[in-house]
């Protein structure tokens, strides 16, 4: 992959999206990209700002409200995901902050979110994520317990868009997005948050909606 400029480096992404796109039949406008900005400043996103690149993600809260305030004020226009973990007592802060979340989990974060888009008169497009490998290590909602965690989240109208999920690393990651796939589709979801640097082709022919990109747009992480 290119990685001579923030330029190329992106163009190499779309390319593989719009591969990815062509073997699945699908027109690669229906997918998402997210450049997934954690950890990097912002002198390292301005040039994927300026190549063209309007959706962002970041893991925390924290971290996101240092940064991207200055950034939205110099680019209109950016869209921001939380793409990381989030407690509940930053639900207020998330609502204020992004303009979706990936890794709602928990009955407890659904109830937080929810009162904080009422207090904020805000609904923000949520993900569901899905510990879809079962491990202990990684957040989400165990696939037992996602049918009445969606029911909480209806009850509260929080605005449920998709489901998320990080496959197991080092196995083939194809049989764990068909399954996410098929759970949205089982669920009436149409919204698909997977692939990431090693694996976006193969998420974007089962089906990603949006792909969460870090490493190959900004390098590895120091």
Known sequence: MPNDDPASR?????????????LAGRAPADVTLIAVSKMHDADAIRPLIAAGQRVFGENRVQEAAEKWPALREETPGIALHLVGQLQSNKATDAVALFDA????????????????MDAQDRRIPCF????????PQKGGCAVADLPALLADA???????VGLMCVPPADLEPA?????????????????????????????????????RVGTALFGARA
Do not use: W
């Open 154 to 160: 209806r009850a509260a109208d929080l605005p449920v």
């Open 10 to 22: 992106l163009a190499a992404i779309h390319a593989t999206i719009a591969h990815g796109c062509k």
């Open 101 to 116: 979340i990936h890794s709602v989990d928990r009955p407890s974060l659904v109830g937080a979110l929810a009162r904080a």
């Open 128 to 135: 569901v994520q899905v510990n879809i490998g079962d491990e």
């Open 175 to 211: 049989p764990y997005f068909a399954l996410l796939a098929r759970i949205a589709r089982d669920e009436g979801l149409d919204g698909l948050s997977m692939g990431m640097s090693s694996d976006l082709e193969t998420a974007v022919r089962i089906g990603a909606t949006h792909v």
